[in-house]
């Protein structure tokens, strides 16, 4: 059947040639993180002009299959990482678990106070020292997440040195001593990718994100660091677990 036949039956044009490319996709053409042809290049294969594969791409892209890059192109993009919530959340195990490699990198460290709000969550006086460590977070170098984290100053001198040559918060809090904590509250809300953000995470502007809002405890229930990451919601899905 060819492409105007089809049309005719009733099946949009957009929707033909998005099926041609989940397809290539499927049976190999076209790779995780391959380019995939120009527009003009799509439209001649499928005898079609570029505003109905513009549309087709679009619709691949709302569904994660392929992520276009401004001024790049568009890229066969990867499956969501499936990220558990639980009472031991371990960013490097739950990408490792996936198949995927785990990078975590420093973006800057810096001191703070604790507001109202921070030294509720932590344990601590209004006004209390902290490390502010704002943290980017990669599966394959692919950006997953974005985070910021505030720890006593008093109780982790030093921290963000630390965190800079681990890349783990886990690694970070065995130097101090702590070799297993656990996750106390963990808050979900939806959100808009800000500037800052979307530069990071390698995101269009106006894309959404997951905002995750958490507190670790150590075993003794102790609060050790709180937590507040913004997450490409392209790219995860929470699994809520026990």
Request: proline content about 4%; hydrophobic content about 40%; some cysteine.
């Amino acid at each position: 059947m060819s492409m105007q036949d089809t049309a005719s039956s009733g099946v949009a044009l957009w929707r033909l040639v998005a099926d041609g490319i989940e397809r290539g996709i499927a049976d190999g053409r076209f790779a995780i993180g391959d380019k995939l042809p120009g527009e003009m290049e799509i439209a001649e294969t499928y005898r079609v002009n570029r505003h109905t594969v513009r549309r087709a791409l679009a619709a691949l892209a709302e569904r994660g299959i392929v992520r276009a890059e401004r001024g790049s192109g568009t890229y066969v993009e990867a499956q969501k990482l499936a990220y558990p919530l639980r009472s031991r959340t371990r960013f490097s195990e739950i990408v490792g678990a996936d198949g995927r490699e785990p990078h975590g990198r420093m973006i800057e460290a810096s001191d703070d106070v604790a507001t109202r709000e921070l030294a509720r969550e932590l344990g601590l006086k209004t006004g209390a020292p902290l490390v502010r460590i704002e943290a980017i977070r990669l599966a394959d170098r692919r950006p997953i997440c974005v985070s910021t984290t505030w720890l006593s100053a008093e109780w982790f001198p030093g921290a963000g040195t630390v965190f800079s040559a681990t890349r783990s918060m886990t690694k970070m809090l065995e130097h101090y001593g702590i070799s297993d904590y656990r996750r106390g509250a963990t808050r979900i809300t939806a959100g808009i990718v800000d500037a800052t953000d979307a530069a990071r995470l390698d995101l269009p502007l106006g894309r959404p994100i997951l905002v995750v809002d958490a507190t670790d405890l150590d075993l003794d229930g102790k609060p050790l660091l709180t937590k507040h990451s913004r997450f490409a919601a392209e790219r995860v899905e929470f699994v809520v677990e026990p």
